[in-house]
């Protein structure tokens, strides 16, 4: 995970991590939130790797917010329901774990291929405010959690 060791200790405290796509964007956020940054990527966009859970569960993470780049042309409605079921494919994994959210521009707000982190902190913290709670589909979501936070112990 890029920014992994400048965010680290942020992650660790605020129990959260923003996962953006590009390191540029990882960057950006540290540039926009200097110290406060809790920002890392993954340097594409098929997902996180068992490796890059594991390293975030070791920080005590709880909440993953998901900021990758916006995959839909304004007006396009089968663009944004392909992008809307990548994503889902994405943090579906991730949600017996963690709670998952993900920043949807459903507002217009991002050019198509920006990032969250390109249009500047008030645009950036207009869709933070509005990020989209993903649920788990798995039964067992509780009790993962559960062993998952006796693990952070």
């Keep these: 995970l ?37 920002t890392v990527a993954t340097c594409g966009s098929s997902g996180l790797s068992q490796k ?16 990758y780049d916006k995959e839909f042309h304004a007006g396009k409605e089968d663009e944004m329901k392909a992008y809307e079921e990548k994503l889902l494919k994405i943090v579906q994994p991730l949600t017996p774990l963690f709670n998952v959210s993900v920043l949807f521009d459903y507002d217009g707000l991002l050019d198509y291929k920006m990032s969250p982190f390109d249009a500047g902190v008030d645009v950036l913290l207009r869709l933070m405010k509005n990020k989209v709670r993903i649920s788990s589909i798995t039964d067992d979501t509780i009790k993962r959690r559960e062993q998952n936070a006796k693990r952070k112990k």
């Design 2 to 38: 890029y920014g992994i060791y400048q965010a680290k200790e942020n992650i660790k405290h605020l129990r959260k991590v923003c996962v953006a796509e590009s390191e540029k964007a990882c960057m950006q956020s540290y540039t926009m939130f200097g110290e406060a940054n809790f």
């Design 52 to 67: 890059q859970i594991d390293l975030l569960l070791d920080c005590g993470v709880e909440e993953i917010i998901l900021a």
